[in-house]
């Protein structure tokens, strides 16, 4: 896909350096050589493990992730933004943001052992255990933040590429040894560490040993941030439930079919993120042009619109032939599950597009609001469709909670309208604005 070419039919380039051009390059990079690489090993793994095993796997997964606001706390973006907006301070922002994410991570390693032990006893325990550790190494990703903020993501994305390549590599030598599931569990921790080293030796231990802690940043980050923490937790929640309910309600069994579906509609979700994350400085920079900000925000959500559109219809058609030639007769049944759930990626792109409005116009307080509300939504429909239609029950309980989540609610505040009719005016992406 040429994305200059989008570009021009939608009158972005004039809002678009070649740094942002060359950051976005090396993200898509990123993500394609994930891609690639992360879907070969990925279907060799789950054929490898079986629906039972890759199941129970998912559901620690699954856990941890709804856990893990606790450690990010909503500051990616709020972080970003303060570093554009107090560069002088980089090391107590530095510091300060650490310093959360560590007290969260460790905090959510607690719950997520708590949790696991009396609702599935000793057997998930160390597995959700070790994978819960990845949320202590991941707070080195503030690093990432810092190289976001100046359009520099090459070097987090060849540091972060090889320790995935070496995991890979790492996991296709148990599966040739036919080693057991705990010890994918450990290649997986030992990723994320050696992702975490790298980004701290680049950035310089001597610089790393000069964050502190500072509460007034602390108090500041936290109070702009907290709508997003607690937004973050609840879009967790209804995006990580389906996978918890359905291995209550269900099966593991179950709870690996579904996750194959999941997977697939997930595997697309880095690209609103890739183009949010690098037009976020330039949108910064514009809200005190009023017209500017608006025009760029409604051709963002036109592309958004197109390459989700285009993925959805896509993945709809092929969802049988493609898991059926990947993944074998045993997940067939994830097939339908998938053709319903890939269409939320609409809803998700424009999701990550309207959550930095919100951020950057200080309307943190509907991220929450319409999280809290999807959420709620979400879990009332899993309740009703699982029993009825199991894991395409699931999907569609999510499809219908996005939508609402990500769109309709827009459409009520009168503070938020225009997002609302940005993203409907997006759907005709071929009219410039």
Known sequence: MNFRNIFKILKLEKYTSSLIFKNIGWLFFDKFCRLGIGLFVGVWVAKYLGPDNFGKWNYSIAIVAILSALSTLGLDQVLVKSLIEHENDEDYLMGTAFFLRFFGAILAVIFACIYIYFQSGTALLLITFITALNLVFQCFDVIDLKLQSVLKSKVSVIIKNSAFIAA????????????????????????????????????????????RFNMIYAKKLLLECWPLLLSGIIILLYMRIDQVMIGSMLSTTDVGLYSVSVKFSELWYFIPTVFANSFFPKLIKLKIDVVQYKRLCSKLLKLLFLISFFISAALSLCAGKLISTLYGASYIASAFALQISIWTSIFVFWGVGAANMLLIEDLNKHNLYKSIQGLVLNVILNLLLIPRLGINGAAIATLISQFYASYLYYLFPKSTRHIFVLQSKSILFFLNS
């Open 168 to 211: 890979s590599v790492l996991k296709l030598l148990v599966i040739h040894n036919k080693g057991g599931l705990l010890l994918f569990v450990i290649i997986s921790l030992i990723e994320i560490m050696l992702g975490a080293l790298g980004l701290a030796f680049n950035y310089g231990l001597p610089r790393v040993m000069k964050w």
